[in-house]
């Protein structure tokens, strides 16, 4: 009867989940609240919660409200911190108008390309570079419509193909400095198997073994899927009045312009030239994401104060780093609801019954079945909601004990479920980006939907066959 009870309520809680993600509603607060009442339920039940050296507080009822407590005190010191960190860093950046530079000197050389083709995949290559400047796809959509739009249709590229393009240009690009990747480097620096694992490990010695090629194998299906939907369609290529966004020209010097182009990627820039030292001298530097990015913003900060000679004027505008780090709260309280939210699910049993399920897998050959449900989970959900980000922090906690069970690497979960997420976004009709673009050249989102489906569905199913190929071999 327990066991009843105990799968009744989780179907329950996961249902409201679900059901709050499709409606695209912040759930945050619902995320605390249901794991929250699971708590209780597992205390009515006569089980203990489940978290990791918790100390009660010396009255039950009250322990559920403790462990919310302490799961923050938990984020906010290890990828909370993180996270808050980048968003002060891109906060500044934006401030001082760095992102723009980056943008206008990276999209320059596009001007010069005149095949519409050609110009497909490189585009698409270019965008997803800038989401390392601009990770939101909402706002980068917005700065390419502006910016790169007019120079695609100018060579010849259809109104949908420049669309579709520019709607599919964050994905997957492999970043260090991305809240995911951050999230999953610090659940599986936890394990004996990747101790001390930071995010620059799991992103440059994993997920660019897949997501690499994969952008790769999108951008070439962009240029054959535009080229033969124009040719069925017989795009007229004088059709369509866009409404574009106001983007500031960015003026001065060469210098100013290189310095300021290289500013927004330069925690990116140290991280890479330190793992490439470490990897091939064996030499031993710690250097963190959040340590760079703390070292970048000194360097902006100088650079500031060359550029304008007024002291009070560019520490006043440091405020925005604080700022900027005010604004990525959001992102690590979803991390710590969907935590909660997890502890819940676990104190009442079902994440020891899926571990049971799951160990029928081990040795069978069948590994790939689990990374194959996440997928198809995830799949589901941003297609429906648009976003896949609160459905991926809120199973960080599951992969390592799920992987586990199953009898396979972690990586053969996270990898190809975080990156699933992010691919599929473009093909969802209710996505933020592709709304913004379809509205932006009046079009309907089914018909952006069209042009971004087979290179986005084609990048998943590389993705995922790639993921199984490295990852399922390493074992658990």
């Not at 808050?84 to 860093?89: A, D, H, T």
């Not at 963190?288 to 560019?314: M, N, Q």
């Not at 896949?388 to 996270?414: D, E, K, Q």
């Amino acid at each position: 009867m327990e066991l009843v009870i105990m799968y009744l309520v989780a179907i329950a809680a996961v249902g409201i989940v679900g059901f709050m993600l499709v409606k695209k509603m912040d759930i945050k607060i619902s995320l605390f609240l249901i794991g929250i009442v699971l708590m209780y339920i597992a205390l009515l039940m006569g089980k203990d919660i489940s978290f990791t050296d918790f100390v009660s507080s010396g009255v039950t009822w009250l322990d559920p409200f403790k462990v919310v407590g302490d799961q923050f005190v938990s984020t906010l010191t290890s990828a909370g911190f993180i996270i808050l960190i980048l968003g002060g860093y891109t906060g500044y950046m934006s401030h001082i108008g760095a992102n723009e530079v980056t943008v206008s000197v990276l999209a320059k050389p596009i001007a010069h390309i005149k095949s519409p083709y050609i110009l497909a995949p490189i585009t698409f290559l270019l965008g997803n570079l800038l989401s390392l400047v601009i990770p939101s796809a909402s706002n980068l959509a917005i700065i390419l419509m502006a910016t790169l739009y007019p120079v695609l249709r100018q060579a010849g590229m259809s109104l949908l193909s420049a669309a579709a393009v520019i709607a599919t240009t964050a994905t997957i690009m492999p970043t260090p400095l991305g809240s995911d990747n951050v999230a999953i480097a610090a659940e599986l620096a936890k394990t004996d198997m990747f101790s001390g694992l930071t995010a620059s490990d799991y992103v440059f010695r994993y997920h660019v073994l897949v997501s690499i090629p994969t952008l790769l194998v999108m951008a070439l299906a962009h240029y054959f899927w535009q080229k033969f939907m124009d040719k069925r369609a017989g795009s007229d290529l004088t059709d369509g009045d866009v409404d574009l966004a106001e983007v500031k020209a960015v003026e001065g010097s060469a210098l100013y312009r290189t310095v300021y182009a290289i500013l927004p990627l330069l925690p990116i820039i140290m991280l890479l030239i330190v793992f490439a030292i470490t990897s091939t001298t064996g030499a031993k530097i710690d250097l963190s994401v959040e340590l760079a990015s703390i070292l970048s913003f000194v360097i902006a900060i100088i650079c500031e104060l060359i550029r304008t000679r007024k002291g009070k004027e560019t520490l006043a505008g440091t405020e925005s780093f604080f700022k900027g780090m005010g604004g990525a709260m959001p992102i690590v309280a979803l991390l710590v609801a969907a935590s909660v939210f997890v502890i819940g699910l676990k104190s009442i049993g079902l994440i020891t019954e899926l571990q049971n399920a799951m160990t029928g897998l081990s040795g069978s050959g069948m590994g790939f079945v689990l990374p194959l449900i996440l997928v198809g989970l995830t799949a589901l959900i941003v297609l429906l909601s648009g976003s896949g980000t609160a459905l991926f922090f809120a199973m960080v906690p599951l992969m390592v004990p799920l992987a586990a069970a199953a009898g396979i690497n972690v990586l053969a979960v996270s990898i190809p479920m975080g990156l699933a997420g992010n691919l599929l976004r473009a093909v969802s009709p209710v996505s933020a980006v592709v709304m913004i673009v379809a509205g932006s050249i009046k079009k309907s989102p089914i018909d952006i939907v069209r042009r971004t489906s087979v290179p986005m569905i084609a990048g998943v199913i590389v993705m995922f066959i790639l993921s199984m190929a490295i990852f399922l071999p390493m074992g658990a």
